[in-house]
């Protein structure tokens, strides 16, 4: 059961890394290229390609944000119906009569409600964790100087693996079939 928790979760990283610096890059580089358009495209020098690398310095953090949030809710459909070690992940309909074979983006509405909610809370407790280690190792470092997009992103990936584990027992139409 451990190494399907893993390979699942090992899955779910590679996909919302992709999916979520994929889409980020691409949309920082069209801002970018936009702005440099519409200042009637000056010849490359260091100076522009350094105001150029500030832009999309500054634009990445925010679409990234914006990016992992869509690439968690596509990625909860990716999850199920995969037999990883001989068990799969299953999705039950309404009446929790059947297994749900091919499933939608309707079909996960409330699971990615209570799963998305799991995740936040366990991502809390993450970061509650690292602020009193901060704090007893006296670093001399503000609460929140260090809390960004990138740490984030760690803290999801690795709540994620722990949110699949309490997935089934936080929703009834989440079942691990072996």
Not at 6 to 28: E, P
Not at 109 to 119: A, G, P, S, T, Y
Not at 150 to 155: H, K, N, Q, R, T
Request: proline share 1%.
């Amino acid at each position: 059961m451990g190494k399907f928790y893993l390979f699942l979760w090992l899955k779910w990283v590679i996909r919302i890394s992709l999916c979520s610096v994929g889409v980020a890059l691409t949309l920082t580089i069209l801002i970018t290229s936009i702005i440099y358009v519409k200042q009637g495209i000056p010849s490359l020098n260091t100076e522009i390609i350094s105001a150029l690398f500030q832009i999309a310095l500054f634009w990445f953090p925010l679409i990234w944000s914006l990016a992992l949030l869509l690439a968690l809710f596509r990625s909860i459909k990716y999850i199920f119906n995969i037999k990883i070690y001989g068990y799969t992940l299953k999705l039950s309909d309404c009446k929790y009569l059947e297994h749900i074979e091919v499933i939608g983006y309707g079909d996960l509405v409330k699971v990615w409600r209570k799963w998305f909610m799991l995740l936040i809370w366990l991502v809390v407790v993450e970061m509650i964790l690292s602020t009193v280690i901060l704090y007893i190792s006296t670093l001399n470092i503000s609460i929140f100087s260090w809390f960004n997009i990138y740490w984030l992103f760690i803290s999801i990936i690795i709540a994620g693996y722990f949110s699949f584990i309490l997935l089934g027992n936080r929703c009834r139409r989440v079942k691990i079939v072996g």
